[in-house]
């Protein structure tokens, strides 16, 4: 530790989503998921892994929310799982799936525990998933629908509202090379998904501003996207293009008014996008009062004639862009460790597009965590220096990016618990939390003590 102060009210906490860590898949009137769905399905996930029992939160939300307030937590992000709540997507709405959330937001109150709201992080009902899910409009009016009941119960006690987790894996994860539920590998339905889920978060923000939330946002994943040669103008147009479909789509049309010319013309080249209607642009960019901002490596690109591209995630790039291969030390998920990305990052969207504060939703990493037999915590304890270096290095990109002007207002770590990493089953551990699958035992890692002093320091 060092004398790196973050500033006064700083917002220090850790982010879950439902099918990570729920399980209860078929409790008290929760529907299936597209990810129950896809989890099932043979050769989609690790092992055939899937959410049914997970960390089992659902039933041990309580002892959790006492491990939060142990460790300092001041905020907690969790997802609201939209097939509790409608478990078909459409129609009546499940009072017994509010109940869960009610108690949780309740058992985080009473710990003085900030509850952050995500509407939606990827467990679509699967019988919108069977209507085309984010590739069919009404999928975002039912969004809003959603949206407005589970304010209507929660919204006097939730202040923080976010709509979407990361559409960016939604739709090109999703649609396009189809590592991710639904598993489609179509670029015209990846990127008419983009623009659903965009609609969806605006018509549910409007939604949720005429309720009276009183905070709303969504988290977007941007890529940190550099040249391979910085000097090399190809390598210019490539990083232009990434851009494009990995940001710009996303940040233009929500804080600059409307889609960006050249990412529509790259969009023409697969689908006519005369899914944007008029009237859509307004509705997406109307003012939201926080971006959230998840974070974890940053994307090397050439521009290269006969380059293999990004796949279904960056349709348009095969034959003209090399995606460069992550130089180590890499995580656990063979991920590039380069916390000044964070910091470039931060900057870049404070600069193009001004005045919204940002709140980092996510940063951590997976490491190959072995439980020792008296590590930290007692039987079962999790020495991860490794996890420690990567949050010390992010959380001091994080603090930079403030001293440079960046209106950063709090930091929450992926993730509380070892838990479901989608395609990657539960072999991946994000956690600070060791969790042993077979008792359900929580074991705080060292890294959970060390950002236990973070917090009660307000610095490193
Ligand atoms: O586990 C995911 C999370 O659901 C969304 N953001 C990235 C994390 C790590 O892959």
């Not at 905020?75 to 959330?101: C, E, K």
Request: aromatic share 10%.
């Amino acid at each position: 530790m060092s004398n790196l102060r973050f500033p006064e009210n700083f917002l220090w906490g850790a982010a879950t989503a439902a099918y990570q860590i729920e399980g209860a898949a078929r409790d008290d009137g929760r529907g299936p998921s597209i990810w129950d769905t896809f989890s099932r399905t043979p050769g989609k996930v690790h092992q055939g892994h899937t959410g049914d029992v997970a960390c089992d939160h659902y039933h041990r939300y309580a002892d959790d929310v006492a491990l939060m307030a142990e460790l300092g937590l001041r905020a907690y992000r969790f997802s609201v799982a939209w097939p509790r709540i409608q478990p078909d997507g459409t129609g009546a709405v499940n009072p017994r799936g509010l109940d869960f959330y009610d108690r949780l937001v309740d058992a985080l109150l009473d710990r003085g525990i900030d509850p952050i709201v995500t509407l939606y992080h990827w467990d679509l009902p699967q019988a919108l998933g069977d209507r085309g899910g984010w590739t069919n409009r009404e999928t975002a009016e039912h969004f809003a629908t959603y949206a407005t009941a589970v304010h209507a119960r929660l919204g006097d006690r939730v202040g923080t509202w976010t709509t979407l987790n990361e559409p960016w894996c939604s739709a090109y994860l999703g649609y396009g090379n189809g590592v991710h539920a639904p598993g489609e590998q179509d670029p015209a339905a990846a990127f008419t998904a983009v623009h659903h889920l965009l609609l969806g978060h605006g018509l549910a923000a409007r939604a949720l501003r005429a309720a009276g939330a009183e905070t709303i946002g969504i988290t977007l994943n941007p890529a940190d996207v550099r040249p391979a040669d910085p000097a090399s103008a190809a390598d210019a147009a490539a990083v232009r293009l990434v851009d494009g479909l990995h940001n710009r789509i996303f940040l233009d049309p929500l804080l600059a008014g409307g889609y960006p010319e050249d990412v529509l013309e790259h969009v023409g080249g697969f689908v006519e996008p005369a899914f944007v209607r008029d009237g859509d642009e307004k509705l997406i960019a109307a003012p939201i009062d926080l971006l959230g901002i998840n974070y974890y490596q940053p994307t090397y690109v050439a521009g290269r004639p006969g380059g293999a591209g990004g796949g279904g995630a960056y349709p348009g790039t095969e034959g003209a862009v090399e995606f460069l291969p992550p130089v180590g030390p890499l995580t656990d998920m063979g991920w590039m460790i380069e916390p000044a990305g964070l910091t470039r990052l931060l900057e870049r969207i404070a600069t193009d597009y001004p005045g919204v504060p940002l709140l980092i939703t996510e940063n951590g990493a997976a490491f190959p965590d072995k439980p020792g037999v008296d590590g930290p915590g007692g039987a079962g304890g999790v020495m991860d220096t490794d996890r420690i270096a990567y949050l010390d290095g992010h959380l001091r990109a994080a603090h930079e990016a403030i001293a440079r002007g960046v209106d950063l207002r709090g930091y929450l770590v992926w993730s509380l618990l070892d838990n479901f990493e989608w395609a990657e089953g539960y072999r991946k551990r994000f956690g600070i939390v060791h969790v042993d699958y077979l008792t359900q035992r929580r074991t705080p890692k060292a890294s959970a003590r060390w950002y236990q002093e973070v917090i009660s320091r307000n610095g490193l």
